[in-house]
């Protein structure tokens, strides 16, 4: 079946650090790949996508990239700030229609 | 991007007793999930409703703890039913457009 590993949380970072949050799935054919941010109090927003191998989903100063020889969707961010402090859902979905699959959740936090 | 809210967005409820969360989006759609997020936890799927049929449950949901409805392709409920503590949870609803899934700002429930 369908699944989705993400990094061991939690994580946290001083204010202006890189971030890496590690992403890998298991899926028959070729699943879209998502990254989803929940912050405090708040339902899922959609933060970036992707729907073919090579494909980098980007958004608000974090990128993906989907990489199908390793099978995996890491979020970056070059330098993050106070309000990125939220949790990252990495997740799939294969095909219109059809569910989708979440992975554990990271959550972060930034430090000032 | 589809616009969805829901209501309550947040109840305590006592034991034994029955909810429903209503789901309303602002366009006319064919998949509509619900999902419940257990404290510090990813979300899980509970059931698939499309408009006009029987909503389909996922392995550990029933449809008489869970009943659904969907009278129409703008809307839908949720009714968690005969409640206990462990259905204290984060419930959400969404919605597939786009080739992608949007979600509620989600219920959040506890039961004491």
């Known amino acids: 079946g369908n699944s989705v590993t993400q990094m061991e949380g939690p994580v946290t970072l001083s204010e202006e650090a890189f971030l890496t949050i590690n992403c890998t799935y298991t899926?028959?054919?070729?699943?879209?790949l998502f990254w989803y941010v929940q912050y405090p109090g708040e339902g899922l927003q959609l933060l970036l996508k992707a729907t073919k191998a090579d494909d980098k989903g980007s958004n608000k100063g974090f990128e993906a990239t989907y990489r199908k020889e390793t099978t995996s969707f890491h979020l970056e961010k070059g330098s993050v700030q106070v309000s990125d402090s939220a949790v990252y859902f990495c997740a799939l979905m294969r095909g219109s229609g059809s569910r989708l699959t979440f992975g554990e959740g990271t959550q972060l936090t930034v430090n000032p | 991007s589809a616009v969805i809210s829901q209501k309550p967005s947040r109840d305590i409820c006592q034991r034994g007793t029955s909810l429903t969360i209503q789901c309303q989006v602002d366009s006319q759609v064919t998949m509509m999930f619900w999902y419940r997020q257990q404290p510090g936890q990813s979300l899980t799927l509970i059931a698939t409703?499309?408009?006009?049929?029987?909503?389909?449950?996922e392995s550990g949901f029933v449809i008489d703890k869970f009943p659904i409805s969907r009278p129409n392709l703008t809307f839908s409920t949720l009714t968690v039913s005969n409640m206990s503590p462990e259905d204290s949870s984060i419930y959400l609803c969404?919605?597939?457009?786009?080739?992608?899934?949007?979600f509620g700002p989600g219920t959040r429930l506890t039961v004491l």
């Open positions: 969404s919605v597939e457009a786009y080739n992608e899934q949007f």
């Open positions: 409703a499309n408009q006009g049929s029987e909503a389909t449950y």
């Open positions: 899926a028959t054919g070729y699943p879209s």
